[in-house]
């Protein structure tokens, strides 16, 4: 069994950053396509930031540019860099992880993933 812990979470004000972090129990940690997905209150969970066992990452159009996904093998941990924070990034973060690389085109799709955090609250105020 795979446990997934998320930190990092936060408030901070629009145009602020702060730094998500997901550790990951499993030692098949560097084998597996990690993803961030965030989720608010009656909205569909949205993917955010994926990247696979190869490096490849993907972005949710809406925070290319500002958010930046890496990972660290040997810590198993993946991170999640958020910068230039708006209002309508608020919602719980998700980390999820999944062994194996999913094709890309869907790296950003939760069905691809099997294992899942508990989340991390990310406010940001304007």
């Known amino acids: 069994q795979v446990h997934l812990v998320e930190s990092g979470g936060g408030s901070v004000q629009s145009g602020g950053s702060l730094r998500l972090s997901c550790v990951a129990s499993e030692y098949t940690y560097n084998r597996a396509s990690m993803a961030w997905f965030r989720q608010t209150l009656g909205s569909e969970r949205e993917g955010v930031a994926a990247?696979?066992?190869?490096?490849?990452?993907d972005y949710a159009d809406s925070v290319k540019g500002r958010f930046t996904i890496s990972r660290d093998n040997p810590k198993n941990t993946l991170y999640l860099q958020m910068d230039n924070l708006k209002p309508e990034d608020t919602a719980m973060y998700y980390c999820a992880s999944t062994v194996g690389t999913p094709a890309y085109r869907w790296l950003l799709r939760d069905y691809e993933y099997t294992y899942w955090g508990q989340g991390t609250q990310v406010t940001v105020s304007s």
């Open positions: 990247i696979d066992t190869g490096g490849r990452t």
